[in-house]
């Protein structure tokens, strides 16, 4: 069912370096090849090939240091199209934020109508000491922590020819998002909207493909802390907040399905 030798592109968006010592050293364990891709988002730090590959990450590698900071959102929007730019061979693209870990990085076989494969994720967010208790054998289920489907689009194997469509689109509407965003004061989950942008935008555009869900755990995700500020936002905290952020996620999704009904329909 797997192909051992697919195309892989691994997109690693960082903003404090230090995160890369729990993130790269996993990558080397999966067993096979892909490209790794390291988006720095943090104009203040400059990260070198000698740091990745002393974290332990030996095989194909692009760098790419940004001039500014372009937060969450955006930066994942270049680094999409770093891929283009840089002429990297790869059918398939996975997301990996700067403290997280992917656990297995093989491609099922399927058919040309799958645009995304989505698997399970486990979420650590209570106890420091599970980071420590990582290992391969998560891939057949969580431990520790909550473990369950990942809708976001991290971790999610996402093809590449539509992905890359989808950041050419956004990036025309860019404006018009970012006036949503900015409406509240919390910070807004970026991996669950951009997950969401993404299908919405493959039903309108691509009405013949959908995602597949897989029963499998590849991706560990670390959400411990409880910082008031993070990534230059209030961090969501009682129940006005998190109204707030709902409310926002509705704009958004609406003005991105306007956005995109209207290109469809111009097509």
């Known amino acids: 069912m797997f192909k051992s030798k697919t195309d892989l592109i691994v997109v690693l968006t960082v903003f404090d370096a230090d995160a890369l010592r729990l993130s790269v050293p996993p990558l080397q364990k999966l ?31 692009h ?50 109508n799958i ?10 967010s209570d106890n420091i000491t599970d980071m420590f208790k990582i290992n391969s054998s998560w891939t057949d289920g969580g431990e520790y922590g909550k473990n369950g489907p ?3 689009i991290t971790g999610t194997i996402l093809r590449r020819t539509i992905v890359q ?12 998002l970012y006036r949503d965003l900015r409406h509240t004061r919390y910070r807004v989950p970026i991996a669950n909207l951009l997950w969401g942008a993404l299908k ?18 590849n991706y560990v995700a670390i959400k411990l802390g409880n910082a008031p500020v993070k990534y ?20 958004f999704m609406k003005t991105f399905e306007s956005a995109a009904k209207i290109v469809a329909q111009n097509a």
């Open 232 to 251: 230059g936002r209030r961090t969501p905290n009682g129940a006005n907040a998190n109204a707030a952020i709902s409310e926002t996620i509705k704009r």
């Open 63 to 112: 760098i790419i240091n940004s001039d500014k900071n372009y937060g969450e959102f955006e930066s994942r929007i270049n680094a999409i199209k770093s891929v283009r730019e840089l002429n990297v061979s790869g059918n398939w693209i996975i997301f990996l934020d700067q403290d997280d870990v992917l656990l297995d990085a093989c491609v099922p076989d399927v058919t040309e």
């Open 200 to 217: 919405s935008f493959v039903q309108i555009r691509h009405p013949e493909m959908s995602p597949i869900y897989m029963n499998r755990t």
């Open 150 to 152: 990942h809708f976001e």
């Open 165 to 176: 469509e989808f950041a050419d689109f956004i990036t025309d509407i860019l404006p018009k």
């Open 31 to 61: 067993g096979r090849s892909f490209t790794l891709i390291v988006y720095n988002d943090n104009p203040n730090q400059v990260i070198e090939r000698r740091t990745i590959r002393h974290f332990g990450w030996h095989g194909s590698l």
């Open 115 to 124: 645009f995304a494969i989505v698997q399970n994720a486990t979420i650590i």
